[in-house]
């Protein structure tokens, strides 16, 4: 089996995010994190941010809603048996908060295969980047998907 490597640099149609404040705290609530600027919303008043702040790792919920998710298996040429969550990171230039609207454009930065203890695997990096309207960085996701071949 081969993995698809042409893919590599592919950007996907960006979508729309919009923070819900209900959300974030639901969030927090089940990461376990009961931090009062992701909960406490005179304290969120009250900061530097002038609202409560998402978790860092929040933006794993953004997801463009319309979009048929299988499509990318199905250009790596591979099906979701083989695939494996291998890392994620995240990097914020400055907090998500609630009611602000978000542009997310992710993009394939690299493929690349290599053979472990079980056999050869695919390694598939994706960046997504978010804006706000204003199109300023407001934060960048890296995930890297394994996948048996």
């Known amino acids: 089996m081969a993995i698809n490597t042409s893919l590599i640099g592919k950007e ?5 995010v919009t923070v819900e404040r209900g959300k974030i705290k639901e969030f ?3 990461i376990g994190d009961l931090n009062p600027f992701y909960l406490d919303d005179r304290l969120g008043q009250a900061s530097e941010w002038g609202d409560i702040i998402a978790p860092p790792t929040f933006a ?3 997801r463009d809603e ?3 998710t299988t499509v ?5 040429g591979t099906d979701i048996s ?3 969550h291998g890392e994620q990171e995240f990097e ?3 907090p998500i908060q609630p009611g602000h609207t978000y542009v997310c454009r992710t993009r394939i930065l690299d493929i690349y295969e290599k053979t472990g203890r079980s056999g050869r695997m695919a390694f598939v990096v994706r960046e997504t980047a978010i804006t706000d309207r204003q199109s300023e960085i407001v934060g960048t996701m890296r995930h890297i ?3 048996r071949l």
């Open 72 to 76: 990318v298996l199905r250009e790596l």
């Open 82 to 84: 083989r695939v494996l």
């Open 66 to 68: 319309t979009a048929d």
């Open 12 to 16: 996907y149609p960006p979508f729309v």
């Open 60 to 62: 794993t919920t953004f």
């Open 92 to 94: 914020l230039a400055r």
């Open 28 to 30: 927090a609530r089940a």
């Open 145 to 147: 998907t394994v996948i």
